[in-house]
């Protein structure tokens, strides 16, 4: 990674604002991430395996679709026909926001959640500022050495290169 340190500082601070977890999916290309970072509960993302439900989340489809954020109330029936919000809300994964950007000819988008209440617009524009530094930052990223894959678990985050 480029400017690893300041992309695990902005993860770091990201994170904070997502007490229930995120998913952030960096420089899409041809439909797939070049690397996932994750911290949701382990429950919820065995379930979200277990039950494919990458497939059918209306976060990541918005998230391929669109730049700019949008919150995950205002999926509804005929945006989130297999119900994923509502599954989510049952581990915990209440509120929610998806963040989209495009920029230097790809994509990453990344989801926050948390069980208390919205975000904020004010948090929302934090977490997209966050993920643009991110992206940014993992621009030139070819793999992460051991030792920021080892920052990242002590932080509870799950990398994978893809």
């Not at 918005?62 to 999926?75: H, I, K, P, Q, V």
Request: net charge negative; charged share 20%.
């Amino acid at each position: 990674m480029s400017n690893n340190d300041g992309a695990l500082a902005q993860l770091e601070s990201a994170s904070k604002l997502a007490p229930a977890g995120f998913a952030l999916a960096g420089h899409f290309t041809k439909m797939r991430p070049s690397f996932m970072l994750q911290c949701y509960p382990k429950d919820w993302t065995a379930f979200y395996a277990r039950n494919s439900l990458a497939m059918v989340d209306p976060a990541i489809a918005w998230g391929l679709a669109n730049e700019g954020t949008f919150r995950w109330s205002d999926f509804d029936a005929t945006s989130d026909p297999s119900g994923v919000a509502s599954m989510a809300a049952d581990h915990g994964l209440t509120y929610g926001v998806i963040s989209s950007i495009v920029s230097d000819g790809t994509r990453s988008m990344a989801s926050f959640a948390r069980a208390d209440k919205e975000f904020e617009q004010s948090e929302i524009e934090v977490i997209t500022a966050k993920l643009a530094a991110i992206h940014a930052a993992t621009l030139a990223a070819k793999d992460l050495a051991s030792e920021e894959i080892g920052t990242l678990a002590s932080m509870g985050i799950t990398y994978t290169r893809m």
